[in-house]
């Protein structure tokens, strides 16, 4: 049994230092994001802790600092199923921050009943997809001015079984929420692959991975027998540390300086769907996208 756990969970270590950077985390105060944050930490970087929450936030912000030992930690409201909220996180960091070394899109919703955000998007295109698309975006000056710099995207495997449904994005005409979230993943793979053309001779580089088979709050929304399975499955699951790895390679990990818009599992470069490597769908989402949230972004 110990064999087979171990193909989950491929050991990897790094002494890389973070010091003088700061990193901003989407969805830091749980889970994978928190445990990044304690990473990042340890070594060093400033981390602004992403989250909609303000008491859990906080919370997780004292959490960080404690076992770090690092007290450039802080808290900053985001809500990504508000493009107002997002704009004004952007402008505070903008305003306040000189360097933004590290963008890490790792909040998400998973397999919720119908929902949509503000802007009345879907809820897991609005939040997986569309919040972090407009945040990239309005960061994106200050990140090229503190290059070298990185932007991590966290997909899923579950890309795989993604289609781009570029006449009903919302899922307005059907609604199946595995579908859904499937669908929200794959465009964080080529939401990377697009970001990575645009950014080349920038020295800002992007990556997007698949973290595992996490035992995470996401798992809150599935149903009866979709909880009984993961629970069968859950000596081959991996824990929120052992799932924030692939996250913190793809952050720190210097033989990636000059890789680009690939995706990773396992702290290794891995395949995607063959639809994420689609380059003219990677256009269609990227054009659609700048559509929806009112963007100029060639």
Known sequence: MSGIRNLFRRAWSSAERLDGK?????????GIGKETAIDLAKRGARIIMACRDPERGQAAVQEVIEKSENQNVVY?????????????????????EPRLNLLINNAGVMVCPYGKT???FEMQIGVNHMGHFLLTYLLLDLIKKSAPARII???????????????????????????AY???KLANVLFTRSLAKRL???DVTTYSLHPGVVQTDLWRHLNGPQQVLMKIASPFTKNSSQGAQTSIYCAVEPSLDKESGGYYSDCAPANCSA???DDVLAQKLWELSCQMLSLTWE
């Not at 700061?22 to 749980?30: K, L, M, R």
């Not at 966290?154 to 009903?168: C, K, P």
Request: glycine share 8%; net charge negative; proline share 0%.
């Open 76 to 96: 900053m409201k985001l809500d990504l199923a508000d493009s107002k909220s997002i704009r004004e996180f952007a402008e505070a960091v903008n305003k306040d």
């Open 200 to 202: 080349e001779g920038t």
């Open 275 to 277: 639809a994420g490597k």
């Open 118 to 120: 503000a802007d009345g």
């Open 182 to 184: 499937s669908q929200s």
């Open 153 to 179: 995207n966290v997909s899923s495997m579950a890309h795989r079984w993604g289609t781009i449904n570029l006449d009903d994005i919302n899922s307005e005409k059907r609604y199946d929420k595995q579908a």
């Open 22 to 30: 700061t990193a901003v985390i989407t969805g830091a105060n749980t």
